[in-house]
Structures are given as C-alpha cells and as structure tokens.
C-alpha cells in the first residue's frame, strides 16, 4: 500500500498563506495522478485541486482557483498545495490522495487508490 504523509496545516488569519505538503513513499510516485481534498465537519469529503503524473496538467475547483496552487516534485516524492488569500470556509481537513492508474476524471473521492491521514487548517476571520 502507498503511504501518504500531509502536513503544513495550522491556523491563519484570513488573508493568510499556508503551504500543504504531501510526502508518497515508493519509487513509483512519478506514475500516480495526485489529488487534494478536504472536509469540513458534518459536510462530505470535496474536490480542491489535482496534478497529473507528469505535473504538465492541473485541474481546480471553482472556489479556489486563482489562490490555490498545486504543484509537485517527482524527484522527491511530494505533492504541494500553496494556498493563498485564505478565507473561514475554507477551514477543513485537507487531505491528499494519490491513483494509480489513469483515468479521464480527477475530481471524484472515489477514483482515488491511496488517501493520507489529513492536515487541519484553520482560518481565523
């Protein structure tokens, strides 16, 4: 089974900037698509953004495109999310997930293989 580290999570004031890591062991990490999710409390496991193998290709959901970026570094087995211009609502558990075999949809929980424990962010008003 494919481990998955996050962390960087914390608390920040709105407006703030935060830096997710994702850390995959194995060689293989180059082959995985990688995507991030997160759950606030008492609302279902949602979309935030998702990278291709390769890092070429990037897909965002609507609410934060434009202040969330998410990269990878394939030499070193970590996937990124550089989050800025946070806001309250996006106060959630953030959590990373990796696939191991292609697919055309990159968005659904539940084409995801592998899943880290989650990082807690916060964002204070």
């Known amino acids: 089974q494919v481990q998955l580290v996050e962390s960087g999570g914390g608390l920040v004031q709105a407006g703030g900037s935060l830096r997710l890591s994702c850390a995959a062991s194995?060689?293989?990490?180059?082959?995985?698509?990688m995507g991030w999710f997160r759950q606030a409390p008492d609302k279902a496991r949602e979309f935030v953004a998702a990278?291709?193998?390769?890092?070429?290709?990037?897909t965002y959901t609507d609410s934060v495109k434009g202040r969330f970026t998410i990269s990878r570094d394939n030499a070193k087995n970590t996937m990124y999310l550089q989050m800025n211009s946070l806001r309250p609502e996006d106060t959630a558990v953030y959590y990373c997930?990796?696939?191991?075999?292609?697919?055309?949809?990159?968005?659904?929980?539940?084409?995801?293989?592998?899943w880290g424990q989650g990082t807690q962010v916060t964002v204070s008003s």
């Open positions: 194995g060689r293989a990490f180059s082959s995985y698509d």
């Open positions: 990278v291709r193998r390769s890092g070429s290709f990037t």
């Open positions: 997930a990796a696939r191991v075999t292609s697919t055309a949809t990159l968005t659904l929980p539940t084409l995801y293989n592998y």
